[in-house]
């Protein structure tokens, strides 16, 4: 009997430990994206013999961030790969580096500073049981329109796609008196082609994986934010993957966030020459907006510190900034 029992108890625990991390993201399959998380998940399964199974649910088949983040909630899922509105949702902090007019064009530092910053968001994440296995840059924000924007004072006449429940972004709006009209981010394509709004605001690979290229007329050549993302899981389906295994799975993640990095920045940066070659119009802001739009960014933190993200946060960010 007692050979039974351990028997049962030994399967029972192969089970456990065998079963698959599910895992959501919007990211569609086919995309570069999609090929290196296969390419990461599919090396973490060999190395571990198999003892760690990362199954990805993608294209938004599990819904969008919100959808996978309440499924984690509940134990459908056990994670996903977040921008950062559903980061902070999970961790306020993390959205420090995304304040707006933070790094102007300077994407280098801004990698330079999240990279330093992601050890103090990775201790926030486990405090609230997650285990982020990946932080990585998703790109500078720049704004499209169908209308010419000269400067910062014309945005405030654009109708301007704004992401719901987004407290950075109300604040921003907020704070610049902005038009927004928050919208599904599905239905912003649409809404560029009926004028229901005339402007939007993404990454150079967000711009181009949406076609909002096709609608557009303009871009602001100067950032408005900075675009952050993560792979995180919960800390229960971490805590049931042996001390061995999880240094493994961490190192092939490390190696995974570096080169998703660099192919980010690729992207990025072919995104905005292929909207060149569309002859899509770029438009450069004065040295007096620049400076104006530090403005814009001292109210925002003035109004987020406290609620979103902690002043001991924005005291280390500071810290990197002042970095040369």
Known sequence: MKKISLALLICCSVNLYAAPIKVGVLVPEGTGWAKIIKKMTGEIKDATKGNVEIKVYYGGSQGDEQDVLRKIRIGQLHGGIFTGKTLGDINGDVRAVEIPFTFNNSREKALRTLQAMTPGFNQNFEKNKFKSLATFEIGQIYLVSQKKIQDLNAIKSVKIWSWEGDPVVNTMFESMQLIGVPLALPDVLSSLTTGVIDAAYAPGIGIISLQWNTKIKYVIDFPISYSIGAFVITSD???????????????????????????????????????????????????????????????????LKGKLFSEETLKKLDAELAKK
């Open 237 to 303: 389906a971490w805590a049931k993957i042996s001390a061995a295994d999880q240094k493994i799975v961490s190192d092939i993640s490390k190696k995974y966030e570096s080169e998703i990095n660099i192919t980010n920045a690729k992207d990025n940066e072919d995104a905005f020459k292929s909207m060149k070659a569309q002859k899509i119009e770029f438009i450069k802001f004065s040295d007096a907006d620049i400076s104006k739009a530090q403005g814009y960014r001292l109210d925002i933190i003035k109004k």
